[in-house]
């Protein structure tokens, strides 16, 4: 036998069990919170790359320019930051800040994390070195053949990006893969930053560049940044390079070396980035400070 309440008492109680179930649904968690678009000064893109060249993943962090959206026409210079898992979210806002104070062009940033610092998962002693300690092979060559076959035109095809004003910046022995990527590679960037970059076994003078430079026809920018108070041995090997490489004319970029005054091993890296984009720039931002008559 059925049993009916009258339609009124009937809607009385869905009313009650709908107000007993609302704290409930309001608690449900809101899986965009955290999300990097939350983060004006990071938004952009993000995706995982599995490198066929490597035989690992990355995790790729694109943060797009303001006003991206709105100037559909517009082509913007790439910005690729090894050690993105620290470098993305520190150099990203800092271009956004030099774009406002500096007139400094606006570009798209490329992060190219690791996911972690634990060994086993960042793979930069490796990727960042053409011979080991041991004298085993290193993985520099199929890391730059990863920028180069897949994730530069990834980029280019994804992002309307200016590929003749592609930047490499990389801190420590990230630098010293930004030298490699320069003389391994060198008409794959137009500008390369390598901040206090590191001197390992097959480094030599900062990358053998006391040798014959490669043949490329003259273009874009080789710069080597140091802290005053940088770790002895890399200091002097930055200041030799300073010497005896930055004022040669027969390499196929224009080089310039940076010293920050007081700046240390790593801390320093959004000084140097400020200082080596306004010296890519300059042209550009001298064009735009010009009083107008």
Not at 9 to 24: D, F, H, V
Not at 178 to 188: S, T
Not at 189 to 218: Q, Y
């Amino acid at each position: 036998m059925t049993y009916c309440l009258p339609l009124k008492i009937c809607q009385l109680a869905s009313l009650w069990l709908l107000a007993i179930a609302a704290p409930a649904i309001s608690q449900a968690p809101d899986r965009n919170v955290g999300s990097i678009e939350h983060l004006p000064a990071l938004k952009g893109d993000y995706f995982s790359l599995f490198s066929k060249e490597v035989g690992r993943n990355y995790h790729i962090y694109v943060r797009l320019p303001e006003g991206y959206d709105d100037n559909p026409d517009q082509r913007y210079p790439v910005v690729y930051l090894l050690d993105g898992d620290s470098t993305f979210p520190m150099l990203a806002p800092l271009h956004l800040f030099m774009h406002y104070d500096d007139q400094i062009p606006e570009a798209i940033l490329v992060g190219i994390a690791y996911g972690g610092f634990e060994p086993g998962v960042n793979m930069r002693h490796i990727d960042f070195r053409t011979v080991m300690d041991d004298g085993t092979p290193g993985g520099a060559p199929q890391f730059l053949s990863m920028l180069e076959n897949e994730l530069l035109p990834r980029i280019d095809d994804k992002f309307r990006a200016d590929s003749t004003r592609r930047i490499i910046v990389g801190q420590s022995r990230g630098g010293s893969a930004v030298l490699q990527a320069a003389w391994l590679k060198p008409g794959l960037f137009w500008g390369h930053v390598a901040s206090n970059p590191g001197r390992e076994p097959d480094t030599k003078l900062l990358f053998g560049m006391d040798r014959a430079p490669p043949e490329k026809k003259r273009s874009g920018h080789l710069i080597v940044a140091s802290g005053s108070r940088d770790r002895d041995y890399l200091r002097g090997t930055a200041l030799e390079w300073r010497d005896t490489v930055a004022a040669r004319d027969d390499f196929p970029w224009d080089t310039s070396f940076i010293d920050i005054p007081g700046g240390t091993h790593a801390a320093d890296l959004g000084n140097v980035y400020r200082a080596a984009m306004k010296t890519m720039f300059a042209q550009t931002t001298e064009s735009k400070t010009e009083p107008q008559n």
